[in-house]
């Protein structure tokens, strides 16, 4: 039985690791041969029923993984998904409402200016309503006068030539 365990000593001596110190250098191939094989290895993962207790050998930290924690996962993936259609849209509708605030400037300046040209036209209307009412009273006046003095020519005998 000595026999036994001085073999298997052996075989565990000539298996294992040299220490960091005294190990030689590691080229690429090897170095990442040996990290593919560190993150396929599990150190330790512990069954219970549904759940899985996993050892993470990049973190060092236990991980439970159970269905309902992979469901919230998901449904975590899912609102992360609807956040961001979410903030993809408030952008397309913040741009949108900046178009939409550059048009209705545009139109309420058109329809100040708009506004600004009917009174100046309201302004120039009385003016010229104004300006036509003196000429029509100056008009009726001469009219009047020319009347009178049809009358006069009449009555002195003056032909007219009508």
Do not use: H
Not at 132 to 141: F, H, I, L, N, Q
């Amino acid at each position: 039985m000595s026999s036994l365990l001085a073999g298997l000593k052996k075989k565990r001596k000539s298996t294992a690791a040299p220490p960091l110190s005294s190990a030689p250098p590691l080229n690429i191939d090897q170095s990442a041969r040996l990290e593919t094989e560190r993150a396929a290895l599990t150190p330790c993962t512990i069954n219970l029923s549904d759940n899985v207790l996993n050892l993470a050998s990049e973190s060092g930290l236990w991980e439970l993984k159970t269905t309902e924690s992979d469901r919230l996962r998901s449904e975590i993936k899912s609102l992360q998904s609807q956040l961001s259609s979410a903030n993809s849209e408030i952008t397309t509708l913040k741009s949108s409402s900046t178009n939409n605030s550059a048009l209705q400037n545009t139109s309420l300046f058109k329809s100040e200016l708009l506004l600004d040209m009917l009174a100046v036209s309201q302004a120039d209307n009385k003016k010229s309503e104004a300006k036509y009412e003196k000429e029509r009273v100056k008009g009726d006046e001469w009219r009047k006068e020319v009347e009178r003095l049809y009358k006069l020519c009449e009555k002195k005998g003056v032909d007219t030539g009508n």
